[in-house]
């Protein structure tokens, strides 16, 4: 079974930083594409950013683009979300997703449908 586990939320003010981290501890990263989504209170969960399963290629929601950076470590099985200059607006819980990309290393995805595993979330709380 697939278990992703999201760490690195927390508490902070409005211009801040944070780095959340994903792990799969028994999945074989390299062969799945990974996203990140957000979902606030009273809020669907949205797109925040995604990234190919080499690496390569990334994709980031309007909302968050020059101010996020998604990276990845297949050797540590590991996906990063580097979330600076943070803003009130960008407080909600943050998931990570995966989903097997058989496709090629190039390819990202950015719809929730479109992942099957899911991790449990870790909540970011942005103060102004």
């Known amino acids: 079974q697939v278990r992703l586990v999201e760490s690195g939320g927390g508490l902070l003010q409005a211009g801040g930083s944070l780095r959340l981290s994903c792990a799969a501890p028994?999945?074989?990263?390299?062969?799945?594409?990974v996203g990140w989504f957000r979902q606030a209170p009273g809020k669907e969960r949205e797109f925040v950013s995604a990234?190919?399963?080499?690496?390569?290629?990334?994709s980031y929601a309007d909302s968050v683009q020059g101010r996020f950076t998604i990276s990845r470590d297949n050797a540590q099985n590991t996906v990063y979300l580097q979330m600076n200059s943070l803003k009130p607006e960008d407080t909600a819980v943050y998931y990570c997703?995966?989903?097997?990309?058989?496709?090629?290393?190039?390819?990202?995805?950015?719809?929730?449908?479109?992942?099957?595993?899911w991790g449990q979330g870790t909540q970011v709380t942005v103060s102004s």
């Open positions: 997703a995966a989903r097997m990309d058989l496709l090629g290393g190039s390819s990202y995805y950015t719809r929730r449908s479109e992942y099957g595993y």
């Open positions: 028994a999945l074989t990263f390299t062969a799945y594409a």
């Open positions: 990234i190919s399963r080499s690496g390569g290629t990334t």
